[in-house]
Nanobody
């Protein structure tokens, strides 16, 4: 069975940093794409960034990119089957439950543009980990 586990969340003051981890197991190969999402209280789950397994490309959701540019950085270790989301200069509006999700790369829509904007939909992903809470105090 494919399993994902997100961890690393916590309470941090504005301006602080957290590094979220996502461990992946159950894929028979390393050919999968990973997406990071977050869901704030009372809001819909929104895609942050996806890491495309076929070529290692990373795509930040356009609507969030401006607010996250230089602050949120994704990385991956193929052999360890780990993906990380480094979050710096955190703001209170970053408070949310953060999730990682996976899909086989052959089915990946990571990198999809609509009207020139990169998007990421939670409906693309079949496998989800339990979220990790990030709370940023002002």
């Amino acid at each position: 069975d494919v399993q994902l586990q997100a961890s690393g969340g916590g309470l941090v003051q504005a301006g602080g940093s957290l590094k979220l981890s996502c461990s992946i197991s159950g894929f028979t190969s390393d050919d999968y794409s990973i997406g990071w999402f977050r869901q704030a209280p009372g809001k819909e789950r929104e895609g942050i960034v996806c890491f495309r397994g076929t070529d290692g490309s990373t795509y930040y959701t356009t609507v969030l990119e401006r607010s996250m540019r230089g602050r949120f950085l994704v990385s991956r270790d193929i052999h360890k089957k780990m993906v990380w989301l480094q979050m710096n200069s955190l703001k209170p509006e970053d408070t949310a439950v953060y999730y990682c999700a996976a899909e086989p790369s052959r089915l990946s829509r990571c990198g999809t543009r609509v009207s020139g904007n990169f998007i990421q939909s939670s409906t693309w992903y079949d496998y989800w980990g339990k979220g990790t809470q990030v709370t940023v105090s002002s």
